[in-house]
């Protein structure tokens, strides 16, 4: 079976892209429309700061992404608030988690740049 292709902005956070230029070398993508942006007007309260915690946890996310991150969000936000989630919920979290490149297995291949952001500054 075939690896998934990687998006160029996953790749670059990885920095796969400078390993393996070659892979990226003619590979034509859609262009975003912009970044993932700020949560819809309809999400309050722990929906949003779920939102802003995927936005800083999956840096490579952008607008094609809003979709997915919504319906992550909703999830995110129901565990947050201590709410009950189901074995169904949860397993549709962890499907978007891959959609969006943010499984465990992603996460090992993922290096980020050095900031001195405390965790505090996602409310921001």
């Given at each position: 079976m075939a690896r998934p292709r990687v998006?160029?902005?996953?790749a670059a956070v990885e920095a796969s892209d400078k390993k393996n230029p070659q892979r990226f070398k003619n590979r034509k993508e859609p262009n975003s429309p912009g970044d993932l942006g700020d949560p819809p007007?309809?999400?309050?309260?722990?929906?949003?700061?779920?939102?802003k915690t995927f936005q800083k946890e999956i840096p490579w996310l952008n607008a094609s992404h809003r979709g997915?991150?919504?319906?992550?969000?909703?999830i995110r936000a129901?565990?947050?608030a201590g709410e009950e989630c189901?074995?169904?919920?949860?397993?549709?979290?962890?499907q978007c988690l891959g959609?969006?490149?943010?499984t465990p297995s992603d996460?090992?291949?993922?290096?980020?740049?050095?900031d001195d952001e405390d965790e505090d500054d996602i409310l921001d």
């Amino acid at each position: 079976m075939a690896r998934p292709r990687v998006p160029r902005a996953k790749a670059a956070v990885e920095a796969s892209d400078k390993k393996n230029p070659q892979r990226f070398k003619n590979r034509k993508e859609p262009n975003s429309p912009g970044d993932l942006g700020d949560p819809p007007e309809w999400m309050g309260g722990e929906q949003r700061l779920a939102w802003k915690t995927f936005q800083k946890e999956i840096p490579w996310l952008n607008a094609s992404h809003r979709g997915v991150v919504e319906i992550a969000t909703i999830i995110r936000a129901r565990l947050m608030a201590g709410e009950e989630c189901g074995v169904q919920a949860l397993n549709l979290l962890r499907q978007c988690l891959g959609s969006m490149g943010a499984t465990p297995s992603d996460a090992s291949k993922v290096t980020l740049p050095d900031d001195d952001e405390d965790e505090d500054d996602i409310l921001d």
